[in-house]
């Protein structure tokens, strides 16, 4: 299973974009990138799965460059309600479910 | 869509007790997870089912933890006898090969005291 790597923790203030890179140097050829956003006292939350190039949904967007050695979470024109832990995840996708390894995650603190 | 239920919420128990978590996954969801999550880390996988089969419980301990996952839906995990480093919360999250990534519970947080 790849390891990732993320930055401990971002400051932002509201309605600017954030960026979140994470690393993973040894990721597979059957590997997908996924992230997730996690709040206080509640389960972490899918936000966006991507496989190579980019990906974009209505919270989120997802880059992924050639070598898919990295990816990058853009998160556009964040609010005080987007301070959350942040989970980059690389793992295979079976048939049926998923197989993924959790680091510490980015704590991302958006201020007033 | 009906998220993944969990209870108890909480839970507060002396060491050496027992202790039973349940979970219900989302309805036709195969695949269904068991995460511990100790304060300030990441959630950690314990065990994996796919319908009512184990697929990994490699990182169980398997001396004090069971889980099960009779008829293929809810499930239980159990903690016999628990010690102070089981303090953590434990997640239930379950997948379906149709969407990507996991729903997880809102979890229950255990302290052992």
């Known amino acids: 299973l790849a390891k990732t790597t993320q930055p401990i923790s971002m400051d932002s203030y509201e309605g600017q974009e954030v960026n979140i890179t994470c690393s993973h140097n040894?990721?597979?050829?059957?590997?997908?990138i996924t992230w997730y956003q996690q709040f206080p006292s509640q389960g972490p939350r899918f936000i966006i799965q991507?496989?190579?190039t980019k990906v974009t949904n209505e919270v989120a967007s997802l880059f992924i460059p050639a070598d898919r050695k990295s990816s990058t979470l853009s998160l556009p024109r964040v609010s005080l309600s987007d301070t959350a832990v942040y989970y980059c995840?690389?793992?295979?996708?079976?048939?049926?479910?998923?197989?993924?390894?959790f680091g510490a995650g980015t704590r991302l603190f958006v201020k007033a | 869509e009906a998220g993944v239920a969990q209870s108890p919420r909480y839970k507060i128990i002396e060491k050496r007790q027992s202790v039973a978590f349940w979970c219900n996954p989302i309805?036709?969801?195969?695949?269904l997870y068991w995460y511990q999550q100790i304060l300030g880390q990441g959630p950690k996988l314990l065990i994996q089912?796919?319908?009512?089969?184990?697929?990994?419980d490699s990182q169980l301990p398997k001396d004090r933890f069971s889980a099960e996952r009779l008829k293929g839906v809810d499930s239980t995990l159990k903690i016999q006898p628990a010690k102070l480093e089981d303090s953590a919360v434990y997640l239930c999250?379950?997948?379906?090969?149709?969407?990507?990534?996991?729903?997880f519970g809102s979890g229950t947080r255990l302290t052992v005291v």
């Open positions: 995840l690389v793992g295979e996708v079976p048939a049926g479910g998923f197989k993924t390894i």
């Open positions: 040894n990721i597979a050829t059957n590997d997908y």
């Open positions: 089912f796919q319908n009512n089969g184990v697929v990994d």
């Open positions: 991507g496989y190579k």
């Open positions: 309805s036709g969801h195969a695949t």
């Open positions: 999250a379950s997948s379906s090969k149709t969407r990507g990534g996991y729903t």
